[in-house]
Structure formats: structure tokens, C-alpha cells
């Protein structure tokens, strides 16, 4: 992270308005210091909900992975059969 982006709380109080268009233009996060130390890292919104949804594609990946190690998987000419079978059903 470059020094431009990581500011004190002092400043993220007196320039609140600033900060927000920075992050929304930039979409770089930023981080926050307080008595030194850092304390919190914040970023525009667009940034945010992208980094949740790759963080849930992951997770679903994870659990596929899992699955698949544990033998939990069926041929997909099954999966198929299944799959229009429920449809006709439905």
C-alpha cells in the first residue's frame, strides 16, 4: 500500500467528503491510523460488494473441492438424468 493511502483518523474526520470521492474515483482502499497503529481499512462500495463475491465464488469452489476429495461426486450423466427428471416432474 503507497503512504498516499494510508492517512490518520484526524484527517479521515476533516476530510470525510474528500476521502469518500478518492475511494469511489480510485477504488483503491485506504488505510486509517490511529495514535500510530493501524485501526481500519476502508473502500468504496463497488470495490466492497466485488470483493464479497469473490470471496463466496471461493468459498463455493472450496466446498466443491472438499466434496470432490471426499468421493461426494456422481458421474454427470446421472446429475443430467436427475436434473430432467425433475423438470418432467414439475
Do not use: C, F, W
Request: overall charge positive; charged content about 30%; proline content about 3%.
Amino acid at each position: 500500500m503507497r503512504s498516499s493511502q494510508i492517512k490518520p483518523i484526524s484527517y479521515l474526520k476533516a476530510n470525510a467528503a474528500e476521502v469518500l470521492d478518492r475511494l469511489a474515483e480510485r477504488r483503491e482502499p485506504m488505510l486509517i491510523t490511529q495514535n500510530g497503529e493501524a485501526r481500519a481499512v476502508i473502500q468504496d462500495v463497488a470495490s466492497y460488494e466485488e470483493t464479497q463475491e469473490t470471496l463466496a465464488l471461493l468459498k463455493i469452489l472450496a466446498l466443491g473441492n472438499r466434496e470432490v476429495e471426499q468421493g461426494r461426486v456422481r458421474p454427470l450423466a446421472d446429475a443430467i438424468r436427475r436434473l430432467r427428471a425433475k423438470k418432467t416432474a414439475a
